[in-house]
């Protein structure tokens, strides 16, 4: 039995960003099997129909979360990176158990479908507890376990322990649809050289996905040009990091020497101005990134420095950051700032069953209504588009689907009790605060 969706609008984010309107899309086994204009859908009598208000489009990847981190949204509020760090989320990190991550994921993974998010690349201590949450909310996950040597994070392992409990927690979901295990180096200054090379070599041996912050504040790497006599990125490819599949996330501080060799290494990027505005990390060259060849795309990160997992909002922010930068309102357009929250932020990730709908691609899919007053008028069918960059936002998503099943209905998550989460996050809230 497939199932046949007929929508207003049609956004399959496919090599030549086609509008069909109205449109439809064919799934069955979890797969999109046909996409195109409603005029054209081939006539199937064993299929369900199904016919929907709005747009109908990829659902939305985002390249760099820690979504646990709910449980510790907006402390610290105004506070710079370093102490942010050291005096208010280090101290409430030692006291978070597996059951508090799990609970911060449940309720994170809920706020991302409800804003039409079906994967997430995450990369949080706990990543047992990370991969269960995520996996009862029924969103797609790439979760990869931080790995990390500083003082107070000992009791979360050594490197070589992680990387262990990493290939055991792979082995353990290891055909499964929905969750996929990667390897979380946090940093080149949180973790040696040693360390960065085993990681890099299991990340090549096993076909992992290696996931790891890169120049995201201007002094980081300081360190390691004083010891080392090179950049980091340059640091890091020699240490092999970059031998397999890389997704590096915010990638301010690169000049064009790091993003030739970014581009040459395939490292895919991902952006998160929301984060780097917050906590004036700065603004990354996107625009550079693009042009050298580098697949970009957007990410919230987590939301103790955001505050919310709004994809669309980081969508807008890339927009806007970029055309600030460049000065120059031509540089990036509504086109791009989708793609970067769907098919490059897939393919960023390495991941060419995700990102747009077409045929063969998973079937993750997200219904945005266009109920809401700031989306009049539409005049064109690339109205919608643009609209949909400058005034949509998690508000508007009103149906999603992750790997063809239906995980949010009219704006209400079918897979948990989302209530019963939010109580649950509360209670870890108050007693990690101390
Ligand atoms: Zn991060």
């Known amino acids: 039995m497939s199932d046949r969706y007929l929508a207003d609008y049609v956004l399959p984010l496919d090599d030549d960003f086609s509008i069909h ?33 709005g747009v109908l489009m990829p659902g939305l990847v985002n390249g760099h979360a820690h979504s646990a981190m709910t449980v510790l949204r907006g402390a610290g509020e105004g506070l710079p990176l370093d102490r942010w760090l050291t005096e208010v989320i280090w101290p409430r990190e030692a006291r978070m158990t597996p059951d508090d991550a799990r609970a911060g994921m449940v309720v994170g993974a809920a706020e991302m479908l409800l804003g039409g998010v079906t994967t997430t690349n995450e990369m949080y201590f706990f990543a047992d507890a990370v991969a269960e949450g995520a996996r009862a909310v029924g969103i797609r996950s790439i979760v990869c376990a931080a790995i990390i ?36 180096p946090h940093s080149a ?172 691609r998973r079937a993750d899919m997200v219904r945005v209504s266009l109920d809401h007053v700031a989306y009049d008028p539409i005049e064109t069918p690339e109205d919608v588009v643009s609209h949909l960059v400058w005034a949509g936002s998690a508000r508007d998503v009103a149906d999603v689907w992750v790997g063809g099943r239906q995980v949010v209905a009219e704006r209400t998550v079918l897979t948990v009790d989302v209530a019963e989460a939010r109580r649950e996050l509360r209670t870890a809230a108050r007693r990690i605060a101390g």
């Open 21 to 53: 309107a109205p449109g439809f899309v064919d799934v069955a086994d979890g797969r999109v099997t046909a996409v195109g204009g409603a005029e054209n859908a081939p006539p199937r009598p064993e299929v369900r129909v199904h016919r929907l208000d």
């Open 149 to 184: 040597e500083a003082p107070g994070v000992e009791r979360f392992g050594t490197p070589e322990q992680v990387i262990a409990e990493s290939l055991a927690l792979r082995d353990r979901h290891a055909g499964e649809d929905l969750v996929e295990v990667g390897l979380g």
């Open 189 to 360: 200054y949180t973790l040696g050289d040693g360390a960065l090379r085993e990681i890099g070599e299991t990340a090549v041996a096993e076909g992992m996905l290696l996931h790891i912050h890169l120049a995201e504040t201007r002094t980081e790497g300081d360190a390691v040009i004083e010891r080392t006599g090179k950049r980091v990125p340059h640091h890091l490819a020699e240490l092999g990091v970059f031998a397999g599949r890389a997704s590096a996330a915010h990638c301010v501080w690169v000049d064009d020497g790091d993003i030739a060799l970014l581009d040459e290494h395939g490292v895919g990027v991902a952006h998160c101005p929301g984060s780097n505005g917050k906590l004036a990390s700065g603004v990354a060259p996107v625009v550079a990134m693009r042009r050298a060849g580098l697949v970009v795309g957007a990410a919230t990160d987590g939301p103790a420095s955001n505050n919310d997992l709004d994809l669309w909002e980081e969508a807008r922010l890339a927009l806007l950051y970029a055309r600030l930068r460049e000065g120059d309102a031509a540089v990036l357009g509504v086109e791009d700032a989708l793609r970067m929250v769907t098919s490059e932020a897939a393919a960023a990730l390495g991941r060419p069953d995700l990102g747009a709908l077409v045929p063969g």
